[in-house]
């Protein structure tokens, strides 16, 4: 363990279970989904598409869609909100295009963390302009006490209290992202 890890909030383990169970919900639910649209989950291109808010939602979406066994497709967008060696937000702000194809389909919104919730916001409203078929949200940590903006969330793994969290995505200044676990790191870890 890096010496600079105070304690996992959630292990690996847990993330796995948990990860696996919001796949085969979101399935579920999106395949109904289509199959009210007159179409089959199975078969039918590009109805469904996830959207992986990065840099943070790497690693979640990497497991999450592989625990979806349907067809589906990816398109990937960056936002930026905590700069640096920041565990403040700065506000959202788009650091890629939008994809521009999403009208009609159903888009799912993947985030590592709902924190005050300007990213999703951000996202969900630019998404919202192109008229999709439906838009849902997938967080897998949420600091609901840290809300600021009014956004759904579908689909949340944990909720957290108010503490920073790296690992299995998350960052501090670029790093830990690789942890397999989530964890709160000890006070002098952050400059
Ligand atoms: P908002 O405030 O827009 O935040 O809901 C979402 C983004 O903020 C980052 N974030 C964190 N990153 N540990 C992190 O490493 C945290 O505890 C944390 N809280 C928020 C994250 O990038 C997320 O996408």
Redesign the pocket.
Known sequence: MLPEIDRILISRDEINERVSAMGKQLSADLSEAVREDGHDPLAHPDRVVMVP?LT??MVFAADLIRAMPMKLSLRLVTVS??PGQS?E?KG?AMRSALPPDLADRHVVLI??????????RLVSDLVSEQSPASIRTCVLLD?PD?RTHDVACDYRGFSIPD????GYG???DGFYRNLPDIVALKPDAFA
């Open positions: 808010i943070g939602a909100s905590y565990t937000s959202a985030d590592d963390i709902l924190d005050t919730g300007s990213t999703l600091k840290r503490e920073f969290v790296v998350l960052d501090y």
